[in-house]
Each structure stands twice: as structure tokens, then as C-alpha cells.
């Protein structure tokens, strides 16, 4: 009979002990029939594969947008603009992503902007938000192309809001990409910035989306791990959350205890809010 330790030796050898010390180190195993390490190492597995469907879902919306917000000023031809070419960065160095010789490439490649905007790269859409396009592009069309944005705030503001919020899922898509830990992470809050950016774009599909994903489920499976020891939220986390849910359900007055309470629930994955 093959004992648990047997199995568990087996799996360590076909995934690799480097790979699996940052589980073992995260759950605290120390003995060899201990499955903790290799269960989280499958729940990582799981919740990677489950946050794929809003990753996809929120990066096509994301990149439409933008490219709407470029035809207004550039034409439906946009990636063959001369003028649009210009406006992009020169990099100072080989090694960073150049945004020119992506948009060029694609559009040697392929006629139409509707087979160039799927293959540029997703930091190409992320450095569409650099202040150096704000006055072209966003003051006159953020609020066209993202409607559900904050109107309280400026559109610089919210612009770098929307750059930060990119650049933060990015790194988690490159993570899962790349078959890497993720569960250190505070999902719940990736979990919402993804449909915070669908939602500035359209309610309809950010509640679409909502009904067609995973991902909160397999939230609820499993605590995040932070430092060999279950993740808890933090008073600042909970209230910055909190003013996230107030602002979701349009600021309503009083019962401020309600959002504080849904934002714990929220961030210990015990419970997904409709919003």
C-alpha cells in the first residue's frame, strides 16, 4: 500500500522541492506525510485558473475602450496614424517595451485595427494612461469611455488610478502566467480592482461578468496565506474596502457599521456582495 508520505514524495519530485518550499514555508509543514504544502500548492493552482475568466473579460474591455478613445482623435485607422506614431514614447533603453515598434509590427502584420489591438501587448493599454496623454486623449474622452468613473475626481487623478489598477493586475496576470504563488496576495482586493475596471466601463457587463466566473467560489475554498499564517485584513484594509462598497452602492446615507461589517466579509471571502 502506498503510504501518504510515498505520494507526497512523488508529487515533490515531479513539481520540484525549490518550487514547493514556498508552500511548505507558507503552511509550516515539517513532517513528511504533512499534505498541507501540497494542498495549497493546488488551491494557488485552482484560483490562478478561476481569476483567468475576469482577467480576460476585464483586458478586452479595457483595450476596447482605449481604442475608441484613440479613433476620436486619430481615425478608425488608428495603429497607421503618423501622428499617433509620433505621440508614443521613444524608450531610453533596448531593454524597456517600446511602444512604437509593437503598434508598427502589428500593423505590417495585419490590415484592419481590429487584428492589431488583440496583439499588442497589455502594457501597451497600460502606458496609454501616462500623463503624456492626457491632454490628446483623456481630458476629452475618459469620461465617454469609462462613464462609470468617479465624476467627483479629476481625470488626471483617475487616469493614474486606472494606470495603478492596470499595472497591479499585470503583475498578477504575469504570476499566473508564469505558474507562480499568487496566494500571498490579497485576492479579494485583485478580485475587485479587475471588476472596479470592467464596471467604469459598463455596469451591464461588469454584472455579466460577476455571473460568470469562479473565481469567488474558489476564494471562499481557502484562506490566503501571508507569512506562514492565514491572512487577516488589516483596519486600513478594511476601511479602505469599505469606502469601496459605499462608493459601489452610490454613497447612501447613514449605516456606515453595514459597509464596514461588508467589507470584512468581503475581504475573509466568507461573502461575495452583488453590486
Not at 483567468?52 to 497607421?80: D, K
Not at 502589428?106 to 489591438?117: E, I, L, M, P, Y
Not at 475596471?197 to 466566473?213: G, I, K, P
Amino acid at each position: 500500500m502506498t503510504t501518504t508520505a510515498e505520494i507526497l514524495a512523488d508529487i515533490k519530485v515531479v513539481l520540484s522541492a525549490p518550487r514547493l518550499s514556498t508552500y511548505e514555508t507558507a503552511t509550516g509543514t515539517s513532517t513528511a506525510d504533512d499534505p498541507s504544502a501540497i494542498a495549497l500548492y493546488a488551491w494557488n493552482a485552482a484560483i490562478s485558473a478561476a481569476l483567468l475568466a475576469p482577467l480576460h473579460v476585464c483586458e478586452v474591455v479595457v483595450r476596447n475602450a482605449v481604442s475608441e478613445a484613440i479613433e476620436t482623435l486619430y481615425g478608425p485607422r488608428w495603429p497607421w496614424s503618423t501622428g499617433f506614431i509620433r505621440s508614443l514614447p521613444t524608450p531610453a533603453s533596448r531593454s524597456l517595451y517600446d511602444p512604437r515598434t509593437d503598434v508598427t509590427k502589428q500593423a505590417r502584420r495585419f490590415t484592419t485595427t481590429g487584428k492589431v489591438v488583440p496583439e499588442l501587448k497589455f502594457v501597451f493599454w497600460q502606458q496609454m494612461f501616462d500623463s503624456r496623454h492626457e491632454a490628446r486623449i483623456w481630458v476629452p474622452n475618459l469620461h465617454h469611455v469609462f462613464p462609470n468613473v468617479d465624476t467627483t475626481k479629476s481625470v488626471s487623478v483617475v487616469r493614474q488610478e486606472i494606470q495603478d489598477s492596470l499595472e497591479k493586475i499585470r503583475t498578477l496576470r504575469n504570476r499566473i502566467a508564469h505558474h507562480e504563488p499568487i496566494f500571498a496576495r490579497n485576492l479579494a482586493d485583485d478580485f475587485q480592482t479587475i471588476f472596479n475596471l470592467v464596471h467604469y466601463r459598463s455596469t451591464v457587463a461588469a454584472s455579466w461578468m460577476l455571473s460568470n466566473q469562479i473565481a469567488s467560489a474558489v476564494l471562499r475554498s481557502c484562506r490566503a496565506f501571508v507569512g506562514g499564517r492565514t491572512w487577516t485584513p488589516t483596519q486600513d484594509e478594511i476601511a479602505a474596502q469599505a469606502y469601496r462598497l459605499w462608493e459601489s452602492a452610490a454613497r447612501p446615507e447613514g449605516q456606515p457599521d453595514v459597509y464596514w461589517y461588508r467589507a470584512v466579509e468581503f475581504l475573509r471571502g466568507d461573502r461575495w456582495w452583488d453590486f
